[in-house]
């Protein structure tokens, strides 16, 4: 499996389809290239971590894409809210176990451990990406963390772990120790900032010259973080007055106007 020969070696690359974006800033591309060698070198565990918004969960989701398309199995679960079993329900559903545990905890422990063994003997690789794991409730995160600290090492199994950033850059130690690989993203710099900015216009379909004069301005409002600098322009396009408009200073003003608003009545 080589993410760098399907194309994400370019730093300014523009990805995704329809219904999805993702640019390949060179911090993102690193990431996916190490997530390749914590896989590909047999590691048992590696986390993502970062600020609000830097794209954890994007560069897990599209890493996870790669893998299907190499072959590689991956399963994929955001456990914002859930219990054990709730987890254990998903993850058996994830690994295609015909369940007949019905809610019950040591049952479905057995069904998803017997299934990753079953993957070990026949050497078939799974990779396991668990994100938002902070946000889990605590009987979960203790579970994830037995369920992945198990027995050998030599398990064809390698677990993912993100982290929301809402207590970044605190980590609990349980899971620093347990780590073999901690990728940290950022947010991107002026300009990456002004290319990504560049690339949501292409996405949207509108003119490159749409954010001329405050492209920038826009950038440095969000702090580089990519889920900011596009919730401000979509925001901004909205104030345009046609698709095929300038955004004014005027606009962008407004819609920051607006949020700090927000912000302050909450």
């Known amino acids: 499996m080589s993410i760098a020969r399907e194309g994400l070696n370019d ?36 986390i993502i971590v970062g600020p609000r918004g830097t794209g954890k969960s994007t560069v897990l989701g599209v890493f996870a894409q790669h893998c299907r398309a190499a072959g590689c199995e991956a399963v994929s679960i955001d456990v914002t809210g859930l219990d054990e079993i709730q987890f254990l329900e998903r993850l058996a559903q994830r690994l295609e ?3 007949r545990a019905r809610g019950r905890a040591l049952a479905l422990w057995s069904e998803v451990t017997d299934a990753l063994c079953g993957r070990a003997l026949a050497g078939r690789q799974c990779v396991v990406i668990v994100d938002h794991l902070d946000r889990a409730m605590r009987d979960c995160q203790h579970l994830v963390r037995r369920l992945s600290s198990r027995g050998s090492r030599n398990l064809a199994e390698t677990w993912i772990f993100g ?90 003003g407004a819609v920051l106007d607006e949020l700090r608003g927000l912000r302050f009545s909450a």
């Open 11 to 46: 730093s300014t690359r523009l990805l995704g389809g329809n219904a999805s974006h993702f640019f390949a800033s060179a911090i993102h591309v690193e990431a996916l290239a190490r997530l390749e060698h914590l896989v590909e070198s047999g590691l048992r565990c590696g």
């Open 97 to 99: 176990v015909t369940s």
């Open 163 to 252: 982290f929301s950033g809402r207590s970044f850059p605190m980590v609990p130690r349980e899971w620093r120790e347990q780590n073999d690989l901690r990728i940290e993203l950022a947010p991107l710099d002026e300009r990456e900032g002004y290319a990504f900015v560049q690339s949501l216009l292409e996405f949207f379909g509108r003119p490159s010259d749409a954010f001329e004069g405050v492209a920038h301005a826009l950038v440095a409002a969000a702090s580089g973080v990519p889920a900011e600098i596009r919730r401000l322009s979509e925001l901004s396009l909205l104030l345009a007055e046609g698709p095929q408009s300038r955004v004014s200073p005027e606009a962008l």
